[in-house]
């Protein structure tokens, strides 16, 4: 397979999810600044630009909810191995430690799609700047059940957006290999 090389194609082909951030180093506010600009420059049905972000730096709120997380899970029949690996690790926390999550909302009535550019863009812009980014979608459980309620209403989405996953977000402690990919996934019609 041919590839054409340049930033844009490199920094997608390159981006990994990283689940270990260097703990100390907090997003700078350009940093921050930039990924909220490259995410709002998604695009979106007829620009209804239907996302809202929370950007959650509370370092004792994320360890709340990642405390409640575990609580809600630990003792589930049928867990997937990797989440077995996970619980085993006394340090484990579902945000990974990163300094800043932002929680990528859509709203109700628009559904999921237009937010799912917008941080896919975030995603990649981070990655350009070298920092790293982890999809956090697990946690959602926890936060829709009766205990986690309260903390999700901590996070103030506006009325009538709906939370979709948290993107983790920091400086990258670890490399990760590229996983699989299935490059057949497509069909061509000539
Ligand atoms: C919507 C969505 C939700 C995800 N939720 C989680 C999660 O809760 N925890 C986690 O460790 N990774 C999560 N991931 C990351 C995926 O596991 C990861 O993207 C996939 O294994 C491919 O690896 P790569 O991103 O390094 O290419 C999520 C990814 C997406 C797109």
Known sequence: M?????????????????RAFQRDRQLTEAELETLLACGFAAPSGMNVQSWHLCVVQDRALLEEIG???????????????????????????????????????????????????????????AHSLGLATCFIGGVLDYLRS????????????????EPMYFLSVGVPAESPDARPRDAGKFNRIL
């Open 146 to 161: 009766p205990e986690g309620a309260p903390l999700l209403a901590r996070l103030g989405i506006p009325a009538g957006y």
């Open 67 to 125: 405390d409640g997380f575990v609580r809600m899970v630990k003792d589930r029949p049928n867990l997937p191995p990797v989440m077995v690996e996970r619980l085993k690790d006394p340090d484990y926390q579902v945000f990974f430690h990163a300094p800043t999550d932002i929680l990528v909302c859509c709203e109700t009535s628009r559904g999921p799609t237009n937010s799912a550019h917008l941080a896919e863009n975030i995603v990649l812009a």
């Open 2 to 18: 041919t590839i054409i090389h340049n930033a844009v194609v490199d920094t997608i082909l390159a981006r990994r999810s990283v």
